[in-house]
């Protein structure tokens, strides 16, 4: 097998890496696209989080004060 000349040596190598940098590139536009989606999942899971909580509250300030002994209603135990 002849000796390839060095400038056909380099000039593959350079080939090789002008397609690894095309495949990293586009990976990370694929990588750069998820964060962005998991970004926005993120923040609205956050949001519906925030908001049952909120519903939560409003129904824990709705709740008699004294647990609801003096509220008339008979009790799961004394209905039974």
């Known amino acids: 097998m002849p000796d390839t000349p060095l ?5 593959e190598r350079v080939e090789r890496l002008l397609l690894r940098h095309d495949e ?8 750069a696209e998820q ?4 970004t926005h999942e993120r923040d609205s899971l956050k949001s519906r989080l925030l908001a049952a909580r909120a519903r939560v509250d409003a129904l ?3 709740l008699p004060a004294n ?10 135990r004394e209905a039974e």
Do not use: F, H, N, Y
């Open 67 to 76: 647990g609801g002994e003096d509220s008339g209603a008979p009790t799961a």
């Open 7 to 11: 400038i056909d040596q380099i000039s």
């Open 60 to 62: 824990i300030d709705r």
């Open 35 to 38: 964060v962005r989606q998991l």
């Open 24 to 31: 990293l590139r586009r990976t990370k536009e694929l990588l």
